[in-house]
T-cell receptor, first 111, second 114 residues
């Protein structure tokens, strides 16, 4: 079954509001990657986190990897209509070398 | 453009049939991954090949098989197709053996089984 869960499934925000999606694993992860898929498009790599407690920023996007390496979050400050899409986390399970994509969070931004 | 190509773009076939999806990785990438994405669903990892050898297996059905050829292109074979196999099939490629490297996704093949 699914080892990496993401919440929320959907998020509708007004342009300018912040947005956060959370990724939770039942097992320790070696790394976590984040991808964005625009409507009708293919997933595009955003970032990879490897270290416990790691925080990385890309302009308005902030990515965090939990201390226990079992959860991660993506926060977007002041959303724009260009942020519309589905955000997926993907994690490599530490002990079993299995790679799982989360179920994704679909973000809609109203102008 | 990710540099990963997939053919065909669309495929419509009947239940019970067999189809082959093709993927060419980015130049220099040795790993190829196959994913299935059903309507409004997440990405289900199917299988990974590295330099011609099977590297990792996800929830791939026995009716499905894949291979990677010496020129590194890969094919995903789906047989005895069922209605539930209708989905978007993505291929991705990366440089290394482990999925700790950035994966570049192709545009996908949309399969419709009627």
């Amino acid at each position: 079954g699914q080892q990496v869960m993401q919440i929320p499934q959907y998020q509708h925000v007004q342009e300018g509001e912040d947005f956060t999606t959370y990724c939770n694993s039942s097992t320790t992860l070696s790394n976590i990657q984040w991808y964005k898929q625009r409507p009708g498009g293919h997933p595009v790599f955003l970032i990879q986190l490897v270290k416990s407690g790691e925080v990385k920023k890309q302009k308005r996007l902030t990515f965090q990897f939990g201390e226990a390496k079992k959860n991660s979050s993506l926060h977007i400050t002041a959303t724009q209509t260009t942020d519309v899409g589905t955000y997926f986390c993907a994690g490599l399970e530490y002990n079993f070398n299995k790679f799982y994509f989360g179920s994704g969070t679909k973000l809609n931004v109203k102008p | 453009d990710s540099g990963v190509t997939q053919t065909p773009k669309h495929l419509i076939t009947a239940t019970g049939q067999r189809v082959t999806l093709r993927c060419s990785p980015r130049s220099g990438d040795l790993s190829v991954y196959w994913y299935q994405q059903s309507l409004d669903q997440g990405l289900q990892f199917l299988i990974q090949y590295y330099n011609g050898e099977e590297r990792a297996k996800g929830n791939i059905l026995e009716r499905f098989s894949a291979q990677q050829f010496p020129d590194l292109h890969s094919e995903l074979n789906l047989s005895s197709l069922e209605l539930g196999d209708s989905a978007l099939y993505f291929c991705a490629s990366s440089v290394g053996t482990e999925p700790t490297y950035e994966q570049y996704f192709g545009p996908g093949t949309r399969l419709t089984v009627t």
